[in-house]
């Protein structure tokens, strides 16, 4: 059974910056899809960012293009999404996802058969 861990949330002013981490184990997650959804309190979870499993293909929710970016390490696991530029509306519980869904699709709606981490925290405020 896939198991994905999530790492790097915390607390960060407005404009600052964070790096998540999620490490899979378990299963052969370089043959997956991956990526991460957030859910704010009172708001439904959403798709913010998915990477292919090959020639890496990308997807990014319109309202965090041009600040964070999804990249995959492949020999480590592992996939990263690096937060620049963080506003209060950032703020989410951030979960790692895995699936066997094209990006375009896994990143759209949070499907319960996909693999789900058990989410980390980010904060952004003064």
């Known amino acids: 059974q896939l198991q994905l861990v999530e790492s790097g949330g915390g607390l960060v002013q407005p404009g600052g910056s964070l790096r998540l981490s999620c490490q899979a184990s378990g299963g052969t997650s370089n043959r997956l899809a991956m990526g991460w959804f957030r859910q704010a309190p009172g708001k439904d979870r959403e798709g913010v960012a998915c990477?292919?499993?090959?020639?890496?293909?990308?997807y990014y929710a319109d309202s965090v293009k041009g600040r964070f970016t999804i990249s995959r390490d492949n020999s480590k696991n592992t996939i990263y999404l690096e937060m620049n530029n963080l506003t209060p509306e950032d703020t989410a519980v951030y979960y790692c996802v895995a699936s066997g869904f094209m990006v375009q699709v896994m990143c759209s709606i949070p499907y319960d058969d996909d693999y789900w981490g058990q989410g980390t925290q980010v904060t952004v405020s003064p």
């Open positions: 990477i292919s499993s090959g020639d890496p293909t990308t």
